[in-house]
């Protein structure tokens, strides 16, 4: 079955370092999305990636599809407190229901 | 916009009892609903999507007659784990699709003794 992984697994940085994290798909997706859950919250949405190489960026937070469509990476530059959580990429095969990775934990140290 | 309420959001019961949680779209309509259940410090396993007004589909090692999911509405679903056991113990968070992002309940702790 499609397989969705994700690394690092944890990630601990220092205030104002950056962090990125690797999403990568054993099939050709044919979107992907990403999800953060703060400590003892539910996901919230991020983003959706569509297109082959498609870049976004939100604020400090970019988002990248590989050319392939399966792979997919978030970068936080400068991270900040509020940036704690757990990062989920979830990917999308066609016609089927989007399976989730594993997550990266991404702790930030004052 | 697009918030999913659940409920309850923690349950404790004994061996045997049958537990109904609840996802409700407040503010907009899902055809469709997700299930999953989450273990401690990891991701979210589907257990199954529900389409309103037909029968849900289950992932593949879901019992479908351990848990039962009704979705009358375009705005309701229901989990039902019957006869639970300590090994249904987890958390369980439903989603509902609006637009193109899944909009996540806060989930329900479901803990049996």
């Known amino acids: 079955g499609q397989q969705v992984m994700q690394i690092p697994q944890y990630q601990h940085v220092q205030e104002g370092e950056d962090f990125t994290t690797y999403c990568n798909s054993s099939?050709?997706?044919?979107?992907i999305q990403w999800y953060k859950q703060r400590p003892g919250g539910h996901p919230v949405f991020l983003i959706q990636?569509?297109?082959?190489?498609e870049v976004k960026k939100q604020k400090r937070l970019t988002f990248q599809f590989g050319e392939a469509k399966k792979n997919s990476s978030l970068h936080i530059t400068a991270t900040q407190t509020t940036d704690v959580g757990t990062y989920f990429c979830a990917g999308l095969r066609y016609g089927q229901n989007f399976v989730f990775g594993p997550g990266t934990r991404l702790s930030v140290l004052p | 916009g697009a918030v999913v309420s659940q409920h309850p959001s923690r349950v404790i019961c004994k061996s045997g009892t049958s537990v109904k949680i609840e996802c409700r779209s407040l503010?907009?309509?899902?055809?469709?609903m997700f299930w999953y259940r989450q273990f401690p410090k990891q991701s979210l396993m589907l257990m199954a999507t529900?389409?309103?007004?037909?029968?849900?589909?289950?992932e593949q090692g879901v019992e479908k007659d351990k848990f039962l999911i009704n979705h009358a509405s375009l705005t309701l679903s229901t989990l039902t784990v019957t006869s639970a056991h300590p090994e249904d113990s987890s958390f369980y968070i439903c989603s509902a699709k609006g637009g193109v992002a899944q909009h996540f309940g806060d989930g329900t702790r479901l803990s049996i003794l």
């Open positions: 503010d907009f309509q899902a055809t469709t």
């Open positions: 099939t050709t997706l044919s979107n």
């Open positions: 990636l569509v297109k082959s190489g």
């Open positions: 529900s389409n309103e007004g037909s029968k849900a589909t289950y």
